[in-house]
């Protein structure tokens, strides 16, 4: 199957700083990706749809200014966590659609904010 | 109409067993049905996909069999391995919209 890459794999921040996490199409290109937060022992929340080139479709409630989406080219979106909380701490996993419609993940990336 | 309800919400199989795992939908549009393995602290693996024109496919120890007219879907895994104890969530999109809908997954553990 195709290769989504997720960087980092782990972070660990100070409450008020900015964190930058990286999905990366490592074998085709991807106009469309989604950013999704998964809390302990829970199902997949879809956090935003990327859609290269344009602004980020985010789903209701989730803060536009704080979680800022950019996909500026077919191969890379990414998702930076603005003024971090530790409310802001969980597991955020990237997916990017194929253009057979294929939906393939990044391996995640572990926030946690002091 | 956009649920996709996914059943038992845990599992627990004997080794050697098989494990099935149930999910229903509603929305008619529905056209691609994948499932995904999950272990902890990684991303979500595409495990095996169907589409409507087929009732059943096959990879390995995997199977799903869908039921059009019923609106479900399931998988099963047989000869259960230890190794296969994940989260396992099933999915449905339509052609034409990038929207994949997730169950809300099944945890299965298999004993050693």
């Known amino acids: 199957g195709a290769v989504v890459s997720q960087h980092p794999s782990w972070v660990i921040c100070k409450s008020g700083t900015s964190v930058k996490i990286e999905c990366r199409s490592l074998d085709f290109q991807a106009t469309t990706m989604f950013w999704y937060r998964q809390f302990p022992k829970q199902s997949l929340m879809l956090m935003a749809t990327?859609?290269?080139?344009?602004?980020?479709?985010?789903e209701q409630g989730v803060e536009k200014d704080k979680f800022l989406i950019n996909h500026a080219s077919l191969t890379l979106s990414t998702l930076t966590v603005t003024s971090a909380h530790p409310e802001d701490s969980s597991f955020y996993i990237c997916s990017a659609l194929t253009g057979a419609g294929e939906l393939f993940f990044g391996e995640g990336s572990r926030l946690t904010v002091l | 109409q956009q649920q996709v309800k996914q059943s038992p919400q845990s599992l627990i199989v004997q080794k050697g067993g098989i494990s099935i795992i149930n999910c229903a939908y509603e929305?008619?549009?529905?056209?691609?049905f994948p499932w995904y393995q999950q272990f902890p602290g990684k991303g979500p693996a595409l495990l095996i996909a169907?589409?409507?024109?087929?009732s059943e496919k096959k990879e390995g120890r995997f199977t799903i069999s869908f039921n059009k007219s019923a609106k479900q879907f399931s998988l099963h895994i047989m000869d259960s391995q230890p190794g296969d104890s994940a989260t396992y969530f099933c999915?449905?999109?339509?052609?034409?919209?990038?929207?994949?809908?997730f169950g809300t997954g099944t945890r299965l553990k298999v004993l050693a």
């Open positions: 999915a449905a999109s339509a052609s034409g919209t990038y929207k994949y809908i």
């Open positions: 929305n008619t549009a529905f056209d691609y």
């Open positions: 169907i589409r409507p024109d087929v």
């Open positions: 990327s859609n290269e080139g344009s602004k980020a479709t985010y």
